[in-house]
């Protein structure tokens, strides 16, 4: 038996973070695209000894660690260069995902992708939840978070589908522009609901796959 999948996405600083942690609150199974991005290329993989060889040990922190300010700052100027890391790390990670996302043993898991839409990923969801923010939000938010220049923040948001293609996917919308402290409850909330729908719907998905 394979989990039903809930597929978690949004733009760069929209919550996708925030909104999983609520759901990992309730005991969601949650697989996180980026952590499993990071592990990857964690220090001494094969992966991340192609990088080094490809784009210079000005890749690698001190400690022997993807230096990733400095890949995004290199991958984000040059479309040839994103298109070569892609292609070297999108087959890893994916297999890397769906292995874990097939060892899941619950009712449905949260898989947390900032590039779902983009990278043509919502066929293997159940369902999709989207984090919708206005984009002033974002930027601020994201700009706060990373430690990033803001022109890499608005290349990153460029890079991505806007927020009305996101919502044309979106089967369900948790709106995030409210500040948490104002917010954090009605936040909890929805979440807990859809936690129920997602129950729910996983039923009928174990039926299904059980013929
Ligand atoms: P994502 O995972 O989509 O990139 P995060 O959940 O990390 O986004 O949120 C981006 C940043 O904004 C984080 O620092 C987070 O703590 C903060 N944040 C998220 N939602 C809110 C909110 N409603 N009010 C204030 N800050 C928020």
Same mark, same amino acid.
């Given at each position: 038996?394979?989990?039903?999948?809930?597929g978690?996405? *949004? *733009?760069?600083?929209?919550?996708?973070?925030?909104?999983?942690?609520l759901?990992?609150n309730?005991?969601?199974?949650?697989? =996180?695209? =980026?952590i499993?991005?990071?592990?990857?290329?964690?220090? *001494?993989?094969?992966?991340?000894t192609?990088?080094?060889?490809?784009?210079?040990?000005?890749?690698?922190?001190?400690?022997?660690?993807?230096?990733? %300010?400095?890949?995004?700052?290199r991958?984000?100027?040059?479309?040839?260069?994103?298109?070569?890391?892609?292609?070297l790390?999108? %087959?890893?990670?994916?297999?890397?995902?769906?292995?874990?996302?097939?060892?899941?043993?619950?009712?449905?898991?949260?898989?947390?992708? %900032?590039? @779902?839409?983009?990278?043509? @990923?919502?066929?293997?969801?159940q369902?999709?939840?989207?984090?919708?923010?206005?984009?002033?939000?974002?930027?601020?938010?994201?700009?706060?978070?990373d430690?990033?220049?803001s022109?890499?923040?608005?290349?990153?948001?460029?890079?991505?589908?806007?927020? =009305?293609?996101?919502?044309?996917?979106?089967?369900?919308v948790?709106?995030?522009n409210?500040p948490l402290?104002?917010?954090?409850?009605?936040?909890?909330?929805?979440?807990?609901?859809?936690?129920?729908?997602?129950?729910?719907?996983?039923?009928?998905?174990?039926?299904?796959e059980?013929?």
């Amino acid at each position: 038996m394979t989990a039903m999948i809930v597929g978690l996405t *949004g *733009g760069i600083g929209s919550g996708k973070s925030t909104i999983a942690n609520l759901f990992g609150n309730l005991s969601v199974p949650i697989i =996180d695209a =980026d952590i499993v991005a990071r592990e990857v290329v964690a220090k *001494g993989s094969p992966l991340l000894t192609k990088i080094v060889a490809h784009f210079g040990k000005a890749m690698l922190t001190p400690e022997g660690e993807l230096n990733r %300010p400095a890949l995004r700052q290199r991958v984000f100027q040059s479309e040839e260069e994103k298109t070569w890391l892609n292609a070297l790390l999108h %087959p890893t990670i994916r297999e890397a995902m769906f292995h874990q996302l097939r060892a899941i043993q619950a009712p449905y898991v949260l898989w947390v992708v %900032p590039l @779902l839409i983009e990278n043509q @990923l919502t066929p293997f969801c159940q369902r999709v939840l989207v984090v919708d923010v206005e984009p002033e939000i974002q930027f601020t938010r994201a700009l706060a978070r990373d430690n990033s220049q803001s022109e890499t923040i608005k290349n990153i948001m460029n890079s991505q589908v806007d927020s =009305d293609t996101r919502l044309r996917y979106a089967d369900d919308v948790i709106e995030n522009n409210k500040p948490l402290n104002e917010n954090l409850d009605a936040l909890t909330q929805q979440v807990t609901a859809l936690h129920q729908q997602y129950l729910t719907l996983s039923q009928y998905y174990s039926k299904k796959e059980e013929k």
